[in-house]
């Protein structure tokens, strides 16, 4: 998803988050619950490479919002069964109101989870893959928008190598968003109770958070 483009904002909780969480709704939820967690699982991630990609171009709210029905669309994001999906499957998709309804992208989709699949032929798996290039863990949060990159050396690496296995729509950008949903990087900003603290423990937050 987009990243924080300004110092953490204190809402009417007394809590400080990342701008683009600050606010009510599924924003919060997910920025207090989800974003820069660590994420294991060869499904979830496959889900995240999913929904990152639908993203491009989008505001994440967008697809925050359809993940149910993209969740419904896509077996759960089952790469075993989304991997079965032919021509039929594609043209309802396409008429699936409930996601987004881009064909190269549900395209990519499907051939994603062929692709997830056919690791195994090369004795991978796309948990350990993907976290090979998560970067050492910063001493510091960002401070603001001028900290957090849109790309990264290691991001631009683990494009090559899912392009070389197969993956589609998996740019840099996309694989940079998807490191920091899925806590390979923490890029919540300095006074986001989510951040991490120099000494590496969380910032004072939210309770039960």
């Given at each position: 998803m987009t990243s924080p483009v300004s110092a953490a904002v204190v809402g009417p909780d007394g809590v400080g988050r990342c701008p683009w969480g600050a606010g009510d709704g599924l924003l919060?939820?997910?920025?207090?619950?989800?974003?820069?967690?660590?994420?294991?699982g060869r499904d979830?991630?496959?889900?995240?490479?999913?929904?990152?990609?639908?993203?491009?171009?989008?505001?994440?709210?967008?697809?925050?919002?359809?993940?149910?029905?993209f969740r419904a669309a896509f077996a759960d994001f089952d790469p075993e069964a989304v991997a079965r999906f032919g021509d039929d499957d594609v043209e309802r998709l396409l008429a699936d109101a409930g996601i987004v309804r881009n064909r190269a992208k549900i395209e990519a989709t499907i051939a994603n989870a062929r692709a997830v699949l056919g690791l195994a032929e090369r004795g991978e798996d796309l948990d350990t893959l993907l976290w090979s290039f998560a970067p050492p863990a910063r001493?510091?949060?960002?401070?603001?928008?001028?900290?957090?990159?849109?790309?990264?050396?290691?991001?631009?690496?683990?494009?090559?190598?899912?392009?070389?296995?197969?993956?589609?729509?998996?740019?840099?950008?996309?694989c940079?968003?998807?490191?920091?949903?899925?806590?390979?990087?923490?890029?919540?900003?300095?006074?986001?109770?989510?951040?991490?603290?120099p000494s590496g423990a969380p910032a004072a937050g939210r309770a039960g958070a």
């Amino acid at each position: 998803m987009t990243s924080p483009v300004s110092a953490a904002v204190v809402g009417p909780d007394g809590v400080g988050r990342c701008p683009w969480g600050a606010g009510d709704g599924l924003l919060a939820d997910y920025h207090d619950t989800e974003w820069g967690r660590e994420l294991r699982g060869r499904d979830a991630l496959y889900e995240r490479i999913s929904l990152e990609a639908f993203q491009s171009g989008l505001s994440w709210l967008v697809v925050l919002r359809k993940r149910p029905a993209f969740r419904a669309a896509f077996a759960d994001f089952d790469p075993e069964a989304v991997a079965r999906f032919g021509d039929d499957d594609v043209e309802r998709l396409l008429a699936d109101a409930g996601i987004v309804r881009n064909r190269a992208k549900i395209e990519a989709t499907i051939a994603n989870a062929r692709a997830v699949l056919g690791l195994a032929e090369r004795g991978e798996d796309l948990d350990t893959l993907l976290w090979s290039f998560a970067p050492p863990a910063r001493e510091a949060p960002p401070v603001g928008f001028e900290d957090v990159p849109a790309t990264t050396p290691e991001s631009t690496a683990m494009a090559k190598a899912l392009r070389a296995r197969g993956f589609r729509f998996v740019g840099p950008t996309t694989c940079y968003a998807m490191m920091q949903a899925t806590g390979m990087v923490d890029d919540h900003v300095a006074g986001c109770f989510r951040a991490v603290t120099p000494s590496g423990a969380p910032a004072a937050g939210r309770a039960g958070a």
